[in-house]
């Protein structure tokens, strides 16, 4: 059964961290480009950052750059998002996908996961 499971969201404070996990069963994440998303309520989902299936090439939005890091762990199956220095503004509902292009996330997306809710709240 293929399924990408994201964890590690909860309840974080202003200028503290969350790190999320995006672990894949039934199949392996070696071919694909890894794209993390986020949609905040009432808002569209947008792109947060993209890691290559090697790793080598990574790129954030505007909005989370220096504060947020991608990477990946192909042994493990599992890709990663830092997230650091939280702001309100982070709170939404994280998703990953495993996108079909190797070199960059192309938008055509393999598989997503169920999402994982992060809520950046003094």
């Known amino acids: 059964q293929l399924q990408l499971v994201e964890s590690g969201g909860g309840l974080g404070q202003p200028g503290g961290s969350l790190r999320l996990s995006c672990a894949a069963s039934?199949?392996?994440?070696?071919?694909?480009?890894i794209g993390w998303f986020r949609q905040a309520p009432g808002k569209e989902r947008e792109g947060v950052s993209c890691?290559?299936?090697?790793?080598?090439?990574?790129n954030y939005a505007d909005s989370v750059k220096g504060r947020f890091t991608i990477s990946r762990d192909n042994v493990k199956n599992t890709a990663y998002l830092q997230l650091n220095s939280l702001k309100p503004e982070d709170t939404a509902v994280y998703y990953c996908a495993a996108d079909r292009s190797p070199l960059y996330c192309s938008g055509d997306v393999y598989y997503w996961g169920q999402g994982t809710q992060v809520t950046v709240s003094s």
């Open positions: 039934g199949f392996k994440l070696d071919y694909y480009s």
């Open positions: 890691i290559s299936s090697s790793g080598g090439t990574t």
